[in-house]
């Protein structure tokens, strides 16, 4: 089993920032990446931004110089510095793990239970 803990969501004024982390845990045999996908109101779940084990960055081009998103192998921890924010970015943000647990031996996708973003104009 694996877990998923996100933080750092929030309400936040148009031009802001805000920071968000996500720690995986559980038996965790091997992370191939990590990554955040939003999904808002009416619309499908989309990506972000994910990050491989080898540090491979790729964004949303509507996030491109304003998000970055970053790892901690260490940790299990993804982290997504959300810069400039507009009210466009308003959604649930969720943590994504793509990987091997134990007991699961095929590379599959894991989900945190997400975290609300607001950015008010």
């Known amino acids: 089993q694996v877990q998923l803990v996100e933080s750092g969501g929030g309400l936040v004024q148009a031009g802001g920032s805000l920071r968000l982390s996500c720690t995986a845990s559980?038996?965790?045999?091997?992370?191939?990446?990590m990554g955040w996908y939003r999904q808002a109101p009416g619309q499908q779940r989309g990506l972000v931004a994910t990050?491989?084990?080898?540090?491979?960055?790729n964004y949303r081009d509507s996030v491109k110089g304003r998000f970055i998103i970053s790892k901690d192998n260490a940790k299990n921890t993804v982290y997504l510095q959300m810069n400039s924010l507009n009210p466009e970015d308003t959604a649930v943000y969720y943590c994504?793990?793509?990987?091997?647990?134990?007991?699961?031996?095929?590379?599959?996708?894991?989900w945190g239970q997400g975290t609300q973003v607001t950015v008010s104009s």
């Open positions: 994504n793990m793509v990987g091997i647990v134990g007991g699961v031996s095929v590379v599959a996708n894991y």
């Open positions: 559980g038996s965790i045999f091997s992370i191939n990446s």
């Open positions: 990050i491989t084990g080898g540090g491979s960055t």
